[in-house]
């Protein structure tokens, strides 16, 4: 069923032949390597967008989130995968917080990484169960309703540990559940409480783009509220902010573009920005604006 699985014409043909339910029951085997085959058979069948409903249907979510609280690595990430990936529906993103699965998975956020010298295997695994994780976590602070839950999770002071983790997609995956949250004001008032802001700005020097594209995009967030504009200044944002105007990466450019505008009334309209690099700016926010009217 896994390698069958791996091909999309044969999708239909497996559900038609009840092959979901059959998987599905797979989860809760007693043999750890059985249900290692059947999770990474529903993996492969939980990107399809029917199939991301139909298999919360056939009652996958409660095998699913026990194994994201079982001690098995490799079933804790290929649960926290198909839950990634059905997490990515609307409906989904309440039936798994519903089902009980946000706290699993921010448990799996908590893994220790074992010591890259004596066991790089184990390391990259537990990165890989972060990832996922976090990716899941990411779909479910999308929906307004979630937003709160995930908060009382006790999800943001481990969020901002992982800021610091020296893999790039884990601190991608935990600077995305951070933007989505701080959306809501008085959430991102508690989340820079927290000390977001310390932890977010070195980020915007990162090379990676899909990284700072979060970073920049949560700092447009918390400057959208007037009194966290000192904090973000004070902390040096401005002149990396200043910086992504220039990337090759049009988000970046935009996330950053309103940060700044954001924070101009601050810094007495524009006039720090303008004397750390004037030319950029008023060229890329030019651009920026053009863009938007197209």
């Known amino acids: 069923m896994r390698n069958l699985s791996m091909a999309p014409e044969l999708e239909a043909d497996i559900v038609r032949e009840n092959g979901l339910a059959a998987v599905i029951a797979l989860l809760s085997h007693p043999e750890s390597k059985i249900q290692l085959q059947a999770a990474v058979a529903l993996r492969n069948l939980s990107v399809s967008p029917e199939n ?10 409660a095998p699913l989130i026990a194994l994201a609280r079982g001690a098995d690595m490799k079933l804790q990430e290929q649960s926290a995968v198909i839950l990634r990936n ?3 529906n609307a409906e989904n993103k309440l039936k798994i917080v519903e089902a009980d699965g946000l706290r699993p998975l921010v448990n799996l ?10 066991d790089p295997q184990g390391r990259q695994q537990c990165l890989k169960v972060q990832e996922q994780a976090g990716g899941a976590i990411r779909n479910l602070s999308m929906h307004a309703d979630n937003k709160s839950k995930i908060v009382e999770a006790g999800t943001v002071p481990v969020v901002l540990s992982l800021l610091s983790t020296p893999d790039v997609r884990v601190q991608e995956q935990a600077a995305g559940i951070l933007r989505n949250l701080t959306a809501v004001s008085s959430i991102t008032k508690a989340i820079v409480a927290a000390g977001a802001i310390p932890s977010l700005v070195p980020l915007l020097r ?3 783009s899909k990284l700072v594209e979060q970073v ?3 700092i447009r967030n918390i400057t959208a509220v007037p009194e966290l504009r000192e904090a973000v200044v004070k902390e040096g944002a401005l ?15 935009e ?5 700044l505008r954001n924070l101009a009334d601050f810094v007495k309209k524009w006039s720090k920005i303008v004397k750390a690099q004037p030319c950029a700016l008023s060229i890329r926010t030019a651009a920026l604006q053009r863009r938007r009217a197209l």
Do not use: Y
Request: hydrophobic residues 40%; contains cysteine; charged residues 25%.
């Open 206 to 208: 990162s090379s990676d």
């Open 239 to 253: 002149p990396f902010l200043i910086e992504q105007l220039s990337s090759p990466d049009e988000k970046v450019q």
């Open 52 to 61: 991301k409903i139909r298999i919360v249907e056939e009652a996958a979510l």
């Open 255 to 259: 996330q950053s573009g309103v940060a």
């Open 216 to 218: 920049a995009g949560c």
């Open 86 to 88: 059905l997490s990515v």
């Open 109 to 118: 956020l908590k893994v220790s990484l074992p010591d890259e010298g004596t």
